[in-house]
Structure formats: C-alpha cells, structure tokens
C-alpha cells in the first residue's frame, strides 16, 4: 500500500511553524537542515534563500506519517504562503484529542468551522493556522 505524507512550503518562517507543529503534535522534530549545507554548485537553484532558512524538515506524526516542509523564498510572492491553497486533514483517537489539536492549531489563527458533531457522523472542524495552513480536525464517532 503507498502512504502518502506532506511536504509544506514556507515564505521564510518554516522553522518557527514546524517548531509550532512539535508542540500541536508532541512529537519531536527529527530533521532540520539549513540552505547553508547546500553545496556551493546547488546554491544557484535557490537564490532567495538565505543560509538560515530550512532546507527541509521532518516531523514523525506516527509511524506512517511525516509532516515535511522547506523555505522556498520568491522575492515576487512576499508575504504569500503556496500551503494556503490545500486543507491538511488529522483523523483522530477521542473528542478530546481532536478539541486539544484544533485548539492549538487555531490559537493567532482563524476558526472556518468550529469543533461540532457534523451530520455525516464525525466531530468535525476546519481552521487556518497562523502561518496560512488550512486543517480539517476529525473524530469518527461511534457507529461510523
């Protein structure tokens, strides 16, 4: 079977949102390499990007899924996040781990639709982080 895992692309703040996404998660960030070990002759496919900004970044969710992003600074987009235009979704185990995710990941963001049990039978809610991420925040409840 493929797993299928996210690579999300940031303006320049990748390492304060992956730093914000261990402590929604708590999980440890396993990776997290910087635009200056790129080698010299690899610089020049990433211009704006200075040597402190992520390269990549890993953080483990579980065992089969990885939460994985990068800095990719284009002077023309400032401001502008490409993660904006897609939802993350996060299945969850209880109400109350699904209510403490969508808490934390609307915290200086935006509430689309707040926690509720949605007529297709799942505690449902969609919400923007404060770095432009959409997430939809689900728990299957009993019986479906």
């Known amino acids: 079977m493929a797993i299928v895992n996210t690579y999300l692309y940031f303006n320049g ?45 890993t953080l483990p969710i579980s065992d089969e899924t990885f939460l994985m992003g990068a800095d990719v600074i284009d002077r023309n987009k400032k401001g502008q996040n490409a993660a904006a235009f897609f939802s993350l979704i996060v299945s969850t185990e209880s109400q109350e781990e699904a209510d403490r995710i969508f808490n ?13 049990e949605q007529f297709w039978g799942s505690y449902y809610g969609i919400c923007m982080d404060q770095f432009g991420i959409n997430w939809k925040i689900s728990f299957a409840l009993e019986g479906n």
């Open 104 to 116: 934390t990941l609307s915290k200086e963001g935006t509430i689309k639709l707040p926690m509720a």
């Open 13 to 57: 703040n990748c390492e304060k949102a992956f730093k914000f996404y261990q402590d929604v998660f708590q999980k440890e960030i396993t990776h997290m390499e910087r635009y200056k070990d790129v080698p010299e002759a690899a610089r020049q496919h990433f211009l704006d990007c200075k040597d402190e900004h992520i390269m990549h970044a």
